[in-house]
């Protein structure tokens, strides 16, 4: 094999390595079992496993419902940037559990995070 389709194949292998384990790691972060996650995909929990380990490819449809089912955008598995500043997991953690509140609770969040922020400004200022 030329040395250029070589470089080309392991490029290929090392994007689909990384993609199976941002899939594997945003399951597991949502604590959903390979089985939960072939229902709603529509595939079989057998090629869940195989996309995890790297061995089986990913359609562009399938990457979007993953997506969907693991509260990501399409961009986050494959790295690709368009310009939206990365946040900590933490932080992503933070906006998809507020999400789920009412209005009038991120309205609360949202003042106690000014709160928080002002805090930190002082503190910082009497040192």
Partial sequence: MPASRKSTSDASENERTK??????QAREYLDLSQDEVAKVVGIPRAAISLIESGQRRVDALELKKFAAVYERPVSYFTGEDYGVPYLPDEVEHLARAAAGLSSKDREELSRFAEFLQLRATKESGSK
Avoid: H, Y
């Fill in 19 to 24: 993609l199976a384990e941002k899939l594997r």
